[in-house]
DNA sequence: TGTGTTACTGGAAACGTTGCCAATACGCTG
DNA sequence: CAGCGTATTGGCAACGTTTCCAGTAACACA
């Protein structure tokens, strides 16, 4: 199945091959030059004559050589690489901004790891750490927790740049992000709700430990502060992104005394178990109970009815991520910022309320 | 900010630092003991007393040493690194595929490194030659076209073992394989459509090259076979997995003098589009058509009506990929192949068709 | 013919590890 | 006390690159 006219006549690989590397010394070998000058030839360096160059390629191509990525990565110091720590690969969304920021990266010359901590501060850690250790020249990360030690001490370890995603760490400025404007989206969220007359508004989200539940939570009350009312404490529910905890808060505040005219779902994962909780109850969406989600995937589009969303282009935030880190990688100074705008898509799943 | 008695008195960092990377030859200088002891230590071979041990690790712990991976694979010859090259990181299958199969490489020592392909088979090799070029141990993937040359040239060039998620090379025996039983998936689903009663039942998918949609394909006139019915062939959409030829090739369907009573979307993503169509023309799923998808997403279970699917355990599947990489990096002999079954969830979005 | 310049090429020392082999010290037996 | 095994350690040569520094040849010029 090999090329036949590949290896001479009597090279035919009988045994089991030790699989011994071809490495450049072959190649100078074969072309009868030193080692050095096959390096110049692939690096194309400027001071190489015509005929060197093609002996060399010709070489190459005769012994089939392939690069040593780590040899080359060692001894210059630079791994081309840049490494990207999801908190979960499965969130449509973590992919979008993975595939924009990874697309950016190539156009620059450098290429993307991407790993995923499944939300474990620990898998952070050790992520972090074992991507150090391979000496990557950049990092674009999401930490599943902006306040624990062993996270921050593990950055901090890290010489080279790093962008975050979503997330401050203490001293806002710190380290480079991209930042989407949650606060604003919520805003405009709740204001909707508010105009339609719902009072009795729910938020369900993750722990305000997280930057995106804090900018929401503040978001949120701005706009009851603005008409002077009550925040309804009791309808807050943070504590997970998760569908299960979802379905479980929503099963709650249904069951309380005064239960919510509307939910808002701080997560596209959240949503499927506010749905199904609404769906055990009997509920319908729209016509009984209002509800607002975070972040347009399909299902909040093909929903009957459509779901109404604070939505953010996740393609765009990676792309910006990379475009950070690149700037920071050619020598930029300073904590650098980019904020994503976010925008309210008004659909059938909020209707009128109670007083509107 | 860094530990205060890490550096002795007179080392206070003033200038920009040069950056020089601590490496075991300081440890192995601070400790006052050789270089080789260090690595002895360090990759806790049996020959080492316990006070060196503690000596060289309070050393380790003083200078602050983080090993270079790269150095260490150079060394070694082995990267403990698998690569993973998916199709379409947003699609939230491959999502899943892919947490099954780091999770088990994990547990086994292994890290896994996840690149994007974007079903560009152009991207696919250059994905695998940049892997390979990084000296991974063994790789899983799934390629966009199954008989491009270039794809399986790259592939050939790669010695380290290769295991395809839900693809078939030339020659069944040639390559390692986690296979899903679309066939019987399929088939099943039809069989319940024509239980119901439907006769003209469309399929949407992606190109035959592909074994998941030769597999479909094969359990769809298998059914039709069975029965002495004729196949539909004007119903047979075959050309993309994307969701805006899902949309196109259903509004064409909906078109034709004859249209569908049934439409079989085989793949996540084609679903948002036909949904989308089927939206737009004002027909009601169940009641006005009968619809099926592939793969139980959240969409499926929470769209009104429900929507049947042919399921299967994406995660099982990475951790089976996974397990058969493993077998190979240790050794393991010859192709394995691991199937995984499909299983027929009835919903609400099958109903009786005209003849039912 | 000698000198300087240009244009290339070769040699060798790194980069940070690991693993082989030889060296050392120690304790014990005969 | 010689001899020998055992347990531990040090030294050194790789792994496959890149890059600096000399060296060489060709050539033009005086």
Redesign the pocket.
């Known amino acids: 199945m090999a090329n036949p006219d590949e290896a001479g006549t009597n090279e035919a690989a009988e045994k089991p091959i030790p699989a011994k ?1 071809v ?3 072959e190649v100078a070998a074969h072309a009868g ?5 096959v ?2 030839v ?2 194309d360096h400027s ?3 015509e ?2 160059r093609k002996q060399v390629l010709d070489a190459i191509e005769a012994v089939g ?1 392939e ?2 990525l780590l ?2 990565s ?3 110091g630079s791994t081309m690489t840049v490494g990207f720590i999801a908190n979960d690969i499965s969130n449509p969304l973590f992919a979008e901004i993975a595939m924009g920021a990874e697309r950016r990266l190539n156009e620059a010359g450098y290429s993307m790891v991407l790993t995923n901590s499944e939300g474990s501060p620990e898998r952070d850690e050790a992520m972090i750490r074992l991507l150090r250790w391979r000496r990557i020249d950049g990092l674009i990360l999401s930490v599943a927790d902006e306040e624990r030690a062993g996270t921050l001490a593990e950055l901090a370890k890290l010489s080279e740049p790093v962008v975050l995603i979503d997330r401050q760490v203490r001293g806002a400025d710190e380290a480079s992000a991209v930042l989407s404007d949650h606060a604003n989206g919520m805003r405009a969220a709740i204001d909707h709700l508010l105009d339609l007359g719902h009072r009795r508004v729910a938020l369900i989200s993750g722990r305000p430990g997280l930057r995106p539940v804090r900018e929401r939570l503040s978001g949120f009350k701005a706009a009851f502060r603005a008409r002077g009312l009550d925040l309804p404490e009791d309808l807050l529910k943070l504590d997970s992104f998760s569908a299960t905890f979802g379905q479980q808060a929503t099963h709650e505040l249904l069951a309380a005394d005064d239960p919510p005219t509307a939910i808002v779902a701080g997560g596209n994962l959240l949503l499927t178990g506010v749905l199904r909780a609404l769906q055990a109850a009997g509920r319908t969406v729209g016509a009984d109970i209002s509800l607002v989600s975070c972040d347009d995937v399909p299902l909040t589009e093909l929903h009957s009815p459509p779901i109404t969303v604070i939505d953010r282009d996740a393609v765009q935030m990676g792309e910006a991520a990379a475009e950070l880190l690149l700037k920071l990688l050619a020598g930029g100074e300073g904590p650098l910022v980019t904020e994503i705008p976010t925008s309210l898509i008004r659909r059938a799943s909020t209707q009128p309320g109670p007083a509107g």
Chains 1, 2 share one sequence.
């Open positions: 590397e490495t450049m010394k030059v030193a080692l050095s000058s390096s110049r692939l690096n001071d190489v004559s005929s060197m050589y690069p040593n040899a080359s060692l001894r210059r």
